[in-house]
């Protein structure tokens, strides 16, 4: 590396040469077989349902060629523009988007319709679009970021952004649900928690990686606990407050419980103390018992957690259809399109298609399945901590990390609500649920993980001089000793 | 500064990712949960959507009687929704409905699985239909009824309440189940109609929802007498020949058991004769089974009513109301309280209530030489996979043959001898013997009497048992007597001579 290390302010010019990407080729190939596989079974399950003759086209043929050629287009410009990036990343995406894609066409599309230039469109037609730009952001992510100065820099700018749309949300949100989760701008529409949490994880990959050796080093005994002095603590109690704001005011608990996890998960890897986990854990519990018996919103989830049958045709109605949905499903399910019986015309779970498509799938793919869906998720789980840990500094360390984090723990949060393993909050499972706003977000996601893993991309500033120097950082695996 | 913080973060981010697989790891074990272990009992939850639109898009099975005729089918609508057809009115409080509104009742209800195609233990049949969805056709049922007897059996009863049960006491199919009042379970499986029709049905008086059959507790009055009798013939308490010296004295005052009188209404035709056994049927004498009640004793009384089936639900394809000898509890021996109630249950009165189907299990028992056969209704099963046969099916010994043939012998004397003519008027078929016992069974108040028979023809080669019941129909010879003999006659003469 010489030319590469560039005096800040200056840009690095360099040629670019186009880089196979043969693993890359293959798994998408795969990809490809597997979605295909699924549309026609899913094409001819439809035809038969509807008595018409089974033949063995796809569901929706130009769907299908759309978003695989999406897919292609991703995969071709990461080769010409010669990234050695990560090559896992966008087929286990493209899969999981696949599924998506799979599972709108599957639902009645009259779900949700827009106009556009005069067309009517339906569930799938909408969401075929955001994949698509869904996947554009994480070309253009992966392509376009070659330096991280941007993101690390204005890390309290970002908080300030990020605390700004929060506000945004409180005073002109919509509710949905009785959460406010919305706000509207002209004709677009979005959830700004998505893109807050992406925002969260930049600012606290600055904040954690600057003052990781304060963090670290200095420290106060509380009881058994050896704590950093109070000073430090500060914004664990502003997070813990935040999250806390976040269910009063806006009475979202996927959100709060999801910032509260990551920022808990990123202070664990930066100072791996687990004091600080513990007291976290111990305000969680306060937190909750404080929510518990304030407000309405989360009485009533921790209820139906604990006994969804007590009102099973009210307020526990969405959560006992979602378990009668994976039961359906059994061991090997019905296979796409043959489950979900209506009643009345009526699908079986309100909101299937933003807070229970894990259930939907749980049902049409069964067991096999769902764990092969976590498997992705777990397959991304482990790509992006494999970039954390094998990124250059501390701050792209943490940064890798927790946008991982984010969809990691998103998912569970999710897929665990839907199976009463946790009180059901509403988010979205990261790539599969319908919606503009989570797929665009998790975009940004996926595509500034596809940057951080490129070997190519302008190495981190050097360390200012009032932080100590750390010794070369682990090249691999995660796990590889101290 | 501390040598912590010169730790790469790898060790915190494997961590992480440690508790992360778990996590995931967690879901899918709680997904197998759902899915492998309580997939099935969430599956047939009467609420999910699935037996809903199963209900509505499943053709069910037809119910058909022992000659093949039709009970029950299925036809579709405009829309090409199943609706549900009944042969006759006559069948309404045993077979049920299946309404796409109100759900399932009766044979319907209890034959669900079967019916609408679910009823398939088989594992293997589940996958297959999951690879191949569509319409489920249910699976059809023989039941062991006659429609044409059935429907005789509810005229026979008319504008009255009450309940008629025949079996074949040989099997323990059964023959007719008839209960009135009757509904229109048609209008019911109509969705146009069923709205109204099930407000109407629900608000009339006489509960034609109910099936008295099987689920109608009545008291017996008389007709216990033979549960009495086997249990003091079969412990050794009395025999043919008993006869008790305080008898004819106590029939004009009463007998007085501790303050309590017993009354009786036939020393107008047996004069001042202490009864033996078989007369003491014949006249029916309340004061001869309230001392046979005491000299037995209730622990004896109970244990016997208990092998007739008394004291737990009949295993029957219906649910069935549980007969009971006395509410229990007491001290006195078999749950009574005291000697008068004992005195007055071993003649069928005080706490003691029964169904028609248990007495009509009684009078099989003792036509079938002592062996209670399990009550059956439903012959045989057939779908697509093929037909299954049910039964018969031996439930156990209610008495010695000998003591069946005491208690036969004197429930045809009843029937047939000179004073039985008097007693149980109407029970005699023309050139049948045929033996039985009435019952008068006080209500209370002024109410008139409920009005019993059981028995069975023909006495010396048993084909029919039966059990009537009217309510408030006066004597026993009034209405169900002779309700008993046109019917089992029709049967034995005409319909399966």
New interface residues.
Partial sequence: MSAAVGVPGSRTVSRIRPRLRRRETGLLVLVGVILVLGSVSLGA?QR??AGQAVTWLPADTGQLVIYLGALVAAHLALVLAGRRSDQVLLPTIGLLGGISLLLMERLPQSLVTQSLAGRSFGLASIQLGWLVLAIAVITIAAIAVRSDAWLRRYKYTWAAAGIVLLLLTFLIGNEVNGALLTITVGPISGQPTELIKVILVIFLAGYLSDF??LL??ASMRLGPLRLPPVPYLLPMFAMWAMALGIVVIQRDLGAALLFFAVFL?LV??????ASYVVLGLILFVVGSFIAYQLFGTVRDRVDIWLNPFVD??GKGYQV??S??A??????????LG?GL???AGRL?IPAIHTDFPFAAL?EEL??IG??AI?GL??VV??RG?RI??SAAD?FR??LA?GLT?VV??QA?II??GN???IPLTGVTLPFISYGGSSLLANGVVVGLLLALSDRGVEPPPPPRPSR?R??G??GG?????? | ??A???????????????I??L??G???V???Y???I??????R?P????V???A?DVVRGKILDRTGATLATSKRDANGEPYRVYADRSLAPLIGYASPVYGTAGLERAYNAELSGQGSPNSLD??LS??A??ATQGESLTLSLSLKLQEAAVKALGSDRGAVVMLDPRTGRVLAMASTPTFNANAIADPTTAVAAFTRTAAVAGQPFLDRATMGEYVPGSIFKIVTSAAALGSGAISPSTTYPQQPAAETAGLLVSGFRIHDGHHDFSGSLALDYDQAIEVSCNIYFALTGLRTGGAALAASAARFGFGKPIPFDLPTAVSQVTNGGGSFGGGFKDDVELANAAYGQAETLVTPLQMALVASAVANGGVLMRPELVTSISGQTGNVSIGPETLGSAMSPGVAGTIGHAMELAVESSWGRIFTTGAAIPGIDTAGKTGTAQIGGSAEPNSWFIGYAPANNPQVAIAVVVEQGGHGSARAAPIAGSLMGLWLKTLNP
Avoid: C, H
């Fill in positions: 399950t038969q349902l990781r050796p670290v080093g998960a664990y890897i930066a100072t791996a103390r099973a045709s006992i259809q378990l009668y994976f039961g359906r499903g059994g061991i090997i399910g019905t296979g043959a019986p209506l009643v079986p749980g069964g067991l769902v764990v976590l998720y777990l789980i482990e901590l954390a840990a501390d360390a943490l990390a984090l990691g723990v569970f897929a665990a199976l009463k393993l100590a750390r010794p950082f682990l695996r995660p796990g590889g000793g101290r | 500064m501390n912590r913080d010169r730790a790469p973060l790898g060790q915190g981010i494997a961590r992480v990712g440690l992360l697989s996590l995931f967690l879901i899918a709680g997904a197998g759902w899915q492998v309580r997939a099935s009992e969430l599956t939850a609420d999910n959507p699935i809903i639109a199963a509505r589940d996958l999951k690879l969805p569509g």
